[in-house]
């Protein structure tokens, strides 16, 4: 039996993981949740797994949920201390990180420095902390499984290849909901428009930053982490219908690719199972009733995303904090309907460009530039 922490367990993935655990309940277990201020729905988590440690975001939630459950004795705690506990909880065999933005960065450290295979959706860690979490990982000699399914399809595509050398890794994307649009076009478009996704249903994080092609720019760094390719040797390929979830090519020339419906579980499911393979419902690829699948190059002009990090990638440091702190204070203002979509590029180019230079951050230095960050943008932007 396994057991699972799960951080972020009233999300997109944190749900579909706990679904996961619904449909096999022989072979996992949870041992601890945490989430950020969805009571209602953790306190039916609890009622329904049995955790024996539950954290939320801030010590009134925790009040409040101790009140609601108190017939079930589980204890509660709340903020960094209470993640980091739920993370790294000594029950725990796997931490599954599906908590959304750079918040990550110390739970999971905390679930690595107590020996804890980490099942990471989280890439905001990653991106900012890629440095710090491999050398960590590598000490306690833990296991990062990547959950983000491009990264899912990449490690798939490497089973039974080590030793071999990648020539180059193809990252897909599904290009968003504004594909094909110029940026004259993208001028007024609103946030319901921004958040129609095309094939996949996320958090809404996530969802605006794959309008922005801002996630597959931090997939980009987080590829680079997971597999120790540089930047330039990731190249991002458009596949609109996502169904190639990404691809490997060897030194042969050989392309190996993982192809699938677009479905979350999959790759969850395969980071909990790995390297075994488990029945999983759910639909099939039909190729006799698909339209042909096509493949074309992203427009970097316009989604500025994959721009910015491939200059993050490079320069190192806290450029990718900086990139990705502004990131994620643009994209809160935008889904509260303060700054327009093209205003998100705005002001990432603005935190990058006043970024100081730095060679391997260390946490506190790098949650230092995230507050820098959101001052320097309040400074220009919200005056
Ligand atoms: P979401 O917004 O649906 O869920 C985020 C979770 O984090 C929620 O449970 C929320 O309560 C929790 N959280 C937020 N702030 C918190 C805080 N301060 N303390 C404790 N918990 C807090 O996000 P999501 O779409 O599930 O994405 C989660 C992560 O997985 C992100 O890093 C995203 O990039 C990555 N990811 C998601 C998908 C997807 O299909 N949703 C796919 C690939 C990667
Ligand atoms: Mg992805």
Same mark, same amino acid.
């Not at 729905?41 to 409040?64: C, T, Y």
């Not at 459950?69 to 725990?92: F, K, N, Q």
């Not at 996949?200 to 680079?224: C, F, H, P, R, Y």
């Not at 980071?271 to 029945?279: G, I, M, S």
């Given at each position: 039996?396994?057991?699972?922490?799960?951080?972020?367990?009233?999300?997109?993935?944190?749900?579909?993981?706990?679904?996961?655990?619904?449909? %096999?309940?022989?072979?996992?277990?949870?041992?601890?949740?945490?989430?950020?201020?969805?009571?209602?729905?953790?306190? /039916?988590?609890?009622?329904?797994?049995?955790?024996?440690?539950?954290?939320?975001?801030?010590?009134?939630?925790?009040? %409040?949920?101790?009140?609601?459950?108190?017939?079930?004795?589980?204890?509660?705690?709340?903020?960094?201390?209470?993640?980091?506990?739920? $993370?790294?909880?000594?029950?725990?065999?796997?931490?599954?990180?599906?908590?959304?933005?750079?918040?990550?960065?110390?739970?999971?450290?905390?679930?690595?420095?107590?020996?804890?295979?980490?099942?990471?959706? %989280?890439?905001?860690?990653?991106?900012?902390?890629?440095?710090?979490?491999?050398? $960590?990982?590598?000490?306690?000699?833990?296991?990062?499984?990547?959950?983000?399914?491009?990264?899912?399809?990449?490690?798939?595509?490497?089973?039974? %290849?080590?030793?071999? /050398?990648?020539?180059?890794?193809?990252?897909?994307?599904?290009?968003?909901?504004?594909?094909?649009?110029?940026?004259?076009?993208?001028?007024?478009?609103?946030?319901?428009?921004?958040?129609?996704?095309?094939?996949?249903?996320?958090?809404?994080?996530?969802?605006?930053?794959?309008?922005?092609?801002?996630?597959?720019?931090? @997939?980009?760094?987080?590829?680079?982490?997971?597999? &120790?390719?540089?930047?330039?040797?990731?190249?991002?390929?458009?596949?609109?219908?996502?169904?190639?979830?990404?691809?490997?090519?060897?030194?042969?020339?050989?392309?190996?690719?993982?192809?699938?419906?677009?479905?979350?579980?999959?790759?969850?499911?395969?980071?909990?199972?790995?390297?075994?393979?488990?029945?999983?419902?759910?639909?099939?690829?039909?190729?006799?009733?698909?339209?042909?699948?096509?493949?074309?190059?992203? &427009?970097? /002009?316009?989604?500025?995303?994959?721009?910015?990090?491939?200059?993050?990638?490079?320069?190192?440091?806290?450029?990718?904090?900086?990139?990705? $702190?502004?990131? @994620?204070?643009?994209?809160?203002?935008?889904?509260?309907?303060?700054?327009?979509?093209?205003?998100?590029?705005?002001?990432? @180019?603005?935190?990058? &460009?006043?970024?100081?230079?730095?060679?391997?951050?260390?946490?506190?230095?790098?949650?230092?530039?995230?507050? &820098?960050?959101?001052?320097?943008?309040?400074? /220009?932007?919200?005056?």
């Amino acid at each position: 039996m396994k057991r699972i922490a799960l951080i972020g367990s009233t999300g997109s993935i944190g749900t579909q993981t706990l679904e996961i655990v619904r449909n %096999n309940p022989e072979e996992y277990k949870v041992v601890a949740l945490a989430c950020g201020r969805n009571l209602e729905l953790i306190e /039916k988590q609890m009622r329904e797994f049995h955790p024996s440690f539950v954290s939320v975001g801030d010590e009134e939630g925790a009040e %409040n949920l101790r009140a609601a459950t108190r017939d079930l004795g589980i204890p509660v705690a709340s903020g960094m201390t209470g993640l980091c506990e739920a $993370a790294a909880h000594p029950d725990a065999d796997v931490t599954v990180t599906a908590i959304v933005g750079m918040i990550g960065v110390q739970p999971t450290l905390a679930a690595i420095e107590a020996g804890k295979t980490i099942a990471l959706a %989280n890439k905001e860690t990653l991106v900012t902390a890629g440095h710090l979490v491999k050398k $960590a990982a590598k000490e306690k000699r833990v296991m990062i499984l990547p959950v983000d399914s491009e990264h899912s399809a990449i490690f798939q595509s490497l089973q039974g %290849n080590t030793g071999n /050398k990648i020539s180059r890794i193809l990252l897909t994307a599904s290009g968003g909901p504004f594909r094909g649009r110029t940026r004259e076009e993208l001028e007024h478009v609103t946030l319901a428009d921004a958040l129609k996704h095309p094939n996949w249903s996320m958090g809404q994080k996530i969802t605006i930053d794959s309008a922005t092609m801002v996630n597959k720019g931090l @997939e980009v760094i987080e590829a680079s982490w997971l597999f &120790d390719v540089e930047p330039s040797r990731i190249e991002v390929l458009v596949q609109p219908q996502s169904i190639i979830h990404s691809a490997v090519e060897y030194e042969d020339g050989a392309v190996i690719a993982q192809l699938g419906t677009p479905d979350m579980k999959l790759p969850i499911q395969y980071a909990l199972t790995w390297p075994k393979r488990e029945y999983l419902p759910g639909d099939r690829l039909d190729f006799t009733k698909m339209s042909a699948i096509y493949l074309e190059q992203p &427009d970097m /002009k316009t989604f500025r995303g994959l721009e910015f990090a491939y200059r993050a990638a490079e320069a190192g440091g806290v450029l990718p904090t900086a990139m990705n $702190a502004a990131n @994620e204070y643009a994209v809160a203002h935008f889904l509260k309907e303060k700054i327009r979509f093209l205003e998100i590029y705005d002001w990432i @180019e603005y935190a990058m &460009d006043t970024a100081p230079k730095m060679a391997e951050p260390s946490v506190e230095e790098i949650l230092a530039e995230e507050a &820098d960050t959101i001052r320097r943008l309040g400074e /220009k932007f919200l005056k």
